[in-house]
């Protein structure tokens, strides 16, 4: 048993632990499209919307995330087209993603 525990230890020293953590809007009623795809298309007109999070303000490596998303119906295809741009920093963390939604 002390053995085990031993080597359980070691291998907690040695090992390099990753997380993630998803993008947070407080403003979900202006950016549905960032929470549901399904929602590209569903005015009637070309709507953008442009959203930035920064919480900690004045700390080193606070958390910073900004939404760009653009949607328009499309009648030729029956549904719409969208496209969504996240940026996600935090700490020395920086994430980048680009989504396309139908």
Same mark, same amino acid.
């Given at each position: 048993?002390?053995? !085990? @525990? =031993?080597? !359980?230890? @070691? ?10 953590? +998803?993008?947070?809007?407080?403003? /979900?009623? =202006? #950016? ?6 399904? =929602?590209? %298309?569903? #005015? ?15 700390? +080193? ?5 900004? /939404? !760009?998303?653009?949607?328009?119906? @499309? *009648?030729?295809?029956?549904? %719409?087209? %969208?496209?969504?741009?996240?940026? +996600?920093?935090? %700490?020395? *963390? *920086? #994430?980048?993603? @680009?989504?396309?939604?139908?």
């Amino acid at each position: 048993m002390k053995k !085990l @525990i =031993f080597i !359980l230890s @070691i291998a907690l020293l040695v090992t390099e632990l990753n997380a993630q953590q +998803d993008a947070q809007f407080s403003q /979900n009623m =202006f #950016n549905k499209l960032a929470n549901n795809p399904g =929602f590209t %298309g569903s #005015n009637q007109a070309i709507s953008a919307i442009g959203l930035f999070r920064s919480q900690w303000t004045g700390f +080193d490596g606070a958390p910073q995330t900004t /939404n !760009l998303s653009v949607h328009a119906p @499309i *009648e030729s295809i029956r549904g %719409g087209l %969208g496209l969504s741009v996240f940026s +996600d920093l935090i %700490g020395k *963390e *920086e #994430n980048t993603s @680009i989504n396309l939604s139908y």
